[in-house]
């Protein structure tokens, strides 16, 4: 299995704190070692640093720490491999253009057996993760000829997570850089941070950050993961079934799907 | 305008030495200080990295100089921005999947009044550049229904580079990880190094190196680009309308289009 990690902001916003914990579950507090990724929205660009080293000992995940880049959407990725060998095309995120936007995507799960329709977008790696992706984005462009409000897209998205989970786990995060959907099927948590601000602790790294000092009253930020990060904050799991959809820090709308 | 920096090799080679010169020229002893960025293949994978800040500046650069990456192929570009605004999505190499392989292109040069059909890719930033980059795919998309020989690739990429070359300067470079395709419309120079390896001493900076010590007999490696990036070695210029396509460092096959 896998590890996620997704943030929505309404102000640019260092993910440093969030990622320092997560990279200690790459192979030090947790045993996901077989690569790691993130990917931070920059406007309409994306930068993504991926390493198939695990991330506690990952030169690339250093420089990412030493060089803290601001985003209103991030989506981070550690990987324990499953299907799919360890190498640069089957580490998460992936990443496809998609009407003049780059789309981005991450799972944590694994579907069995799991042979989609071949469509526009087609998988670089073998894994089970990029396939769905790829399917996602091929029943996107089946069901809308250009871009569309993402309120449109979520019985598109919903209706897709709902088939995938049938073969198995399948916790995904996807963003277009406008906004963040997420879909929990087994293993979702959440906390949004606004004023007031308090401390928190990592659980995994002997890090605090008094998230006072270092925001201003009017920010919002919200951080999904597969697990809580930090100490002394109250994160809030999603229901199995449990979809939602970001915009600025903010939930735009939510729902859960029927149960199987 | 802008530089390009292309390598093909039949082993695993690190471009550290050639990148350190190019990167000279962005900001430095060039004035190609509008944003750098490099793709480095990685079997079937791609490691992208970019910033829109001057290479001699950039932090990012540094990360790539102290952690050599070794590929067989790779595309560099150092921007001096004409047609879009500094941004990450206005910065080369573009990057699009396109049957299960990740396409890769930069280009040197200013297309003016270009406007290509929409098709299948869409540019996410402003340039001529990306634009033409995602004419050159939709043209080969709508030639071909799957992957097919890089030969037979040709006559469509000409085609479009000879068009393209009607509205302005087009040098261009592309790849999708298994070969290298050039073209020149004004300048590129080719230099290809293989046993008897000598020394080579940058332009640029002040950065000696002795092939014959870093090499074993069987290796080949060519580099291109937009000038001589090295004394003490005979680089070959590419002539107008020159395209070529490289594999494991070798000239599969060379041509020329028609003077205008």
Redesign the interface.
């Known amino acids: 299995m896998c590890e996620l990690l997704g943030m929505s902001a309404n102000v640019p916003t260092d993910i440093l704190f969030s990622f320092t914990g997560l990279m200690q579950r790459g192979g030090n507090t947790g045993p996901h070692k077989d690569g790691w990724g993130i990917a931070f929205y ?7 640093f ?1 390493d198939t080293k695990a991330s506690v000992d990952s ?2 995940a250093q ?1 990412v720490r ?2 803290p880049i601001k985003s209103e959407i991030v989506i981070g990725h550690i990987r324990q491999a499953n299907i799919g060998r360890i ?3 089957n ?1 998460h995120p992936f990443v ?2 998609l ?4 789309w981005c995507f991450a799972h944590n799960g694994q579907l069995a057996d799991f042979h989609p329709p071949k469509g ?6 073998d894994t089970d993760s990029e396939k769905a992706f790829c399917d996602m984005l091929n029943r996107v462009r089946e069901a809308f000829s250009g871009p569309v409000e993402a309120e449109r897209l979520i019985p598109v998205l919903t209706r897709a997570c709902a088939e995938y989970r049938k073969s198995g786990v399948f916790n995904c995060l996807l963003s277009n850089g406008d906004w963040l959907f997420s879909f929990c099927s087994t293993k979702l948590v959440e906390i949004t941070r606004k004023a007031p601000f308090g401390p928190a602790r990592l659980k995994d790294a002997d890090m605090s950050v008094d998230f006072q000092a270092v925001t201003t009253p009017d920010d919002v930020v919200t951080v999904l993961a597969t697990e809580d990060l930090t100490h002394d904050e109250t994160w809030t799991s999603h229901p199995s079934g449990g979809w939602s959809l970001w915009r600025h820090g903010e939930c735009v709308v939510r729902g859960q799907i029927e149960e199987q």
């Open positions: 920059e406007g309409r660009g994306l930068r993504l991926q030169e690339v420089l030493r060089y190498c640069l095309v580490t496809r253009e009407w003049g936007s780059n526009f977008y087609w998988p670089v790696g």
